[in-house]
């Protein structure tokens, strides 16, 4: 079992950047595929791209494709979420997503596959 816990989410003026953080606990954050996913008001949650448990393979939704980057950091126990040129749509609450994988290539993108969650922290890009 993993814990999740996010932050690095706040208020952002167009254009800018922002660092998001996924801290896990337990020892075996290395066994997890990991994912993060968005949320804005009164839509449903979205996929924003994931990475293997090596960190070997990332891949990203159409609209945030080129702006943000996934990485990881297995010594630390810590996923990352770089945005860049953020635009006022990508104002959501922001989650990371963990599932055990059994490979070190597979890589999954619906909310329905992984199985651990963490609270959300909130982005607002302003325009």
């Known amino acids: 079992q993993v814990q999740l816990v996010e932050s690095g989410g706040g208020l952002v003026q167009a254009g800018g950047s922002l660092r998001l953080s996924c801290a896990a606990s337990?020892?075996?954050?290395?066994?997890?595929?990991m994912g993060w996913f968005r949320q804005a008001p009164g839509k449903e949650r979205e996929y924003v791209g994931a990475?293997?448990?090596?960190?070997?393979?990332?891949y990203y939704a159409d609209p945030v494709k080129g702006r943000f980057t996934i990485s990881r950091d297995n010594a630390k126990n810590t996923l990352y979420l770089q945005m860049n040129s953020l635009k006022p749509e990508d104002t959501a609450v922001y989650y990371c997503?963990?599932?055990?994988?059994?490979?070190?290539?597979?890589?999954?993108?619906?909310?329905?596959?992984?199985?651990?969650w963490g609270q959300g922290t909130q982005v607002t890009v302003s325009s």
């Open positions: 990475i293997t448990r090596s960190g070997g393979i990332t």
């Open positions: 997503a963990a599932r055990i994988s059994d490979d070190l290539y597979s890589i999954w993108s619906n909310t329905r596959q992984y199985k651990y």
């Open positions: 337990g020892r075996t954050f290395s066994s997890y595929a």
